[in-house]
């Protein structure tokens, strides 16, 4: 599903590499948290995934697409299979629940009306089938990011990003959000979750990649990779 092969990333106003030389693979059905301290490069990972950063040496594959060398019109189709949700939530404020979720659909061209169903069934998926007309300002923020996760599904992508998606919940959300991403998971769909909360790493019994300073230092699926 995601194959990193001697992956490498600059930002070009930076001059240390954000990412040295990755190799990693994440099969079908599997939950995979990324961890590493603050600027290790989880994020630049995800965005290399999606598509809105290119490696700069190596190659990025993703759901059969190879990053590197997608052509503009390309981009549109990668994102449709790839959901994927925030620390920050990133709903618009002037907009229902159900709306937020609609207008993904509505982007990707969705026909108009499958869209009522649609929505609510991914309402319905991650609880909150009662506050589809709710502003996000009417939402406790882990209601906000289970609207922000039922938009990344709604598209039914094989692949689920997600940075640092608990980051701004208290214990009890924190909880319910790894929950749903874990149910996302059992249903077939491969959750990448980046997060900095290893008491919630450590109790998961989940695969674990983490990084420092842009290389992998650890892979719990069995290969160890060396610290260079
Ligand atoms: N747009 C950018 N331009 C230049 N440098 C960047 C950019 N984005 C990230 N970096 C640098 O790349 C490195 C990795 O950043 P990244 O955001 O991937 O880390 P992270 O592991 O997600 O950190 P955090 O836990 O704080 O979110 C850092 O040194 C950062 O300063
Ligand atoms: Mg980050």
């Known amino acids: 599903m995601i194959r ?29 948290f990324l961890t590493g301290h ?7 990972i995800l965005k290399l995934m999606h598509a809105e950063e290119p490696p700069t040496s190596g190659d990025v594959r993703v759901s059969g697409f ?7 019109d390309e981009v549109p189709r990668l994102r449709r299979r790839l959901g994927i949700v925030f620390q ?6 002037d907009r229902t629940a159900a709306e937020n979720i609609a207008f993904a659909l509505e982007v990707t061209g969705a026909r108009s009306d499958t869209i009522p169903t649609r929505v609510a069934r991914v309402l319905d998926q991650v609880g909150l089938s009662s506050k589809l007309d ?17 938009r990344a599904l709604v598209n039914d992508p094989p692949v689920l990003l997600a940075d640092e998606p608990t980051g701004n919940l ?3 959300a924190t909880q319910g959000v790894f929950q749903l991403l874990r149910d996302i998971n059992d249903t077939g769909t ?14 998961a019994g989940k695969r674990i990649l983490e990084l420092r300073d842009g290389r992998l230092v650890f892979d719990s699926a069995g290969d160890q990779v060396e610290a260079r």
């Open 4 to 32: 990193f092969n001697n992956v490498s990333k600059s930002y070009p106003t930076s001059t240390a590499p954000a990412l040295e030389g990755l190799t990693f693979h994440i099969g079908r059905g599997e939950f995979v």
């Open 38 to 44: 603050s600027g290790a490069g989880k994020s630049t």
């Open 66 to 72: 190879a990053i590197g060398k997608l052509r503009r």
């Open 88 to 93: 920050d939530f990133r709903l618009l404020e």
């Open 134 to 150: 709710a502003f996000p300002r009417e939402l406790s923020g882990g209601e906000q990011q289970r609207v922000a996760i039922a």
């Open 170 to 172: 208290d214990e009890r």
């Open 190 to 203: 491969v959750v990448l979750m980046a997060t900095h909360d290893l008491d919630l790493v450590r109790q």
